[in-house]
């Protein structure tokens, strides 16, 4: 059993830790009194949420007596076991005599912690969960849950978030001035190529933190949490998946190119490796709404969910970074389950979102004729295919609008969207 007067020890440090941290507001809006559990790629905020909420409930009157905060990753809860939750509720009792108010940072390392959670949420207990494994949102663990928790998945920053997080103001009429645009831009530019974890804004050494963040999911969440002895194999996938960003791939071929690199594995193994790489959210992918339902599963697009990690395996390939970065602002905007691709034998789209009939192709740039001409060629097949009325390019800074063959095609810059500067109505 954890010593309760270390945890009272752990309750007070975490509680002067809060008070002390300067945190980037984070534009999340929340239900008032319900349990939630955030998920999330490690390092991309979920912790700072938790704080920023635990201000947030204190600024509306909850009393810091109340507030119970835990990260299940300090090394002095190392031997923390499930039973050790009642010791830890005794403890806060003990220091304060209140009813606390859970907030409990990568439960996921504590074995059985779901059916704890479920007994607080039972006896009205309000808390705060983080986790980074998907497998937390499993069946089994929804079903004991009992839907009485809202599940929140947390993303990196947004570029608005990241410039904050840099103390950069902006406003629309930047976008007019010579000066402030290209400024705007070259933030933007480092933003693309380094991401949008919140730690990434103030470190100058960026590219060694991203590989010491990589090796940590990849070599923590992923190898030694599943007891892989196939390393050589996981080392390969990451590098084949970013090679492969901006187009579909099958397992079949995910497994020959692996195994052209003289690395002996089958293709039940990689299909485990890439799920447990979307488990630890470092990927997600995008189906083809044209394909049947077996090669939807099979042959999807896969995206990074920092395109700072992504940089880490591709050389100068700003493309397949603009196209991930543009990924991860319709999955959010939009919801995964209502973003897509079309690929046919005649041409591809790169994101398809039925619901919202609209057509998306991403382009570095446009100033190619060769290059335009196939986008525009693309969208106005597209349109009349499925009867898709908005259209447009997402580039890295060229804006127009485009009218042919009764089409309207706009041309918009990815930062101005990100911005909130233009939009995709």
């Excluded at 835990?70 to 830890?88: A, C, G, P, Q, W």
């Excluded at 907030?103 to 949420?121: M, N, S, T, V």
């Excluded at 089994?140 to 103390?167: N, Q």
Aim: with cysteine.
């Amino acid at each position: 059993m954890i010593d309760k007067e270390l945890l009272k020890q752990i309750i007070i440090e975490n509680r002067e830790l809060v008070t002390s941290l300067d945190c980037i507001e984070r534009t999340i809006v929340l239900e008032e009194n319900m349990p939630y559990v955030f998920v999330g790629l490690r390092r991309s905020g979920k912790s700072y949420l938790l704080y920023q909420r635990i201000r947030e409930l204190v600024q509306k009157g909850a009393s810091w007596d109340s507030i119970l905060l835990i990260n299940f990753e300090d090394e002095r809860l190392i031997n923390f076991k499930v039973e050790d939750f009642n010791s830890l509720l005794e403890a806060h009792y003990q220091l304060f005599n209140t009813k606390p108010i859970l907030f409990l940072d990568e439960i996921q390392i504590i074995e059985g912690w779901e059916k704890f959670a479920r007994r607080l949420a039972d006896s009205k207990y309000l808390l705060y969960i983080t986790g980074s494994n998907a497998k937390m949102l499993s069946r089994e663990i929804a079903t004991t849950l009992g839907g009485r928790f809202l599940i929140h998945e947390v993303f990196p920053f947004s570029f608005k978030e990241f410039l904050r997080a840099k103390h950069i103001t902006h406003k629309k009429a930047d976008v007019y001035s010579t000066e402030k645009k290209a400024n705007l831009v070259y933030e933007f530019n480092e933003f693309l190529h380094f991401g949008g974890l919140p730690e990434i804004a103030a470190i100058t050494s960026k590219r060694n933190y991203l590989n010491n963040i990589f090796q940590k999911i990849y070599l923590g969440d992923i190898a030694l949490r599943n007891d892989i002895s196939n390393t050589n194999a996981l080392r390969y996938i990451p590098n084949k998946l970013a090679e492969s960003v901006r187009n579909p791939i099958s397992f079949s071929r995910l497994t020959n190119l692996i195994k052209s690199s003289k690395v002996k594995v089958g293709k039940n193994t990689i299909i485990q490796y890439v799920e447990m790489m979307k488990d630890s959210f470092l990927v997600f992918d995008i189906k083809n709404i044209d394909s049947k339902f077996s090669e939807k599963i099979t042959n999807p697009k896969y995206y990074f969910y920092d395109t700072g990690l992504l940089n880490l395996f591709l050389l100068h390939q700003d493309s397949a970074l603009l196209e991930n970065l543009a990924a991860l602002y319709l999955v959010q905007r939009f919801e995964k389950e209502s973003v897509f691709f079309f690929n046919n034998t005649s041409y591809e789209i790169d994101f398809y979102l039925p619901d919202s009939d609209m057509a998306v192709q991403v382009c570095y740039s446009m100033s190619n004729d060769e290059t335009q001409e196939r986008e525009i060629k693309a969208l106005i097949q597209f349109s009349a295919f499925r009867k898709c009325k908005k259209l447009y390019v997402i580039s890295f800074d060229e804006e127009r609008v485009i009218e042919k063959d009764d089409c309207t095609i706009n041309v918009i810059p990815l930062w101005k969207i990100l911005l909130g500067y233009s939009s995709l109505l």
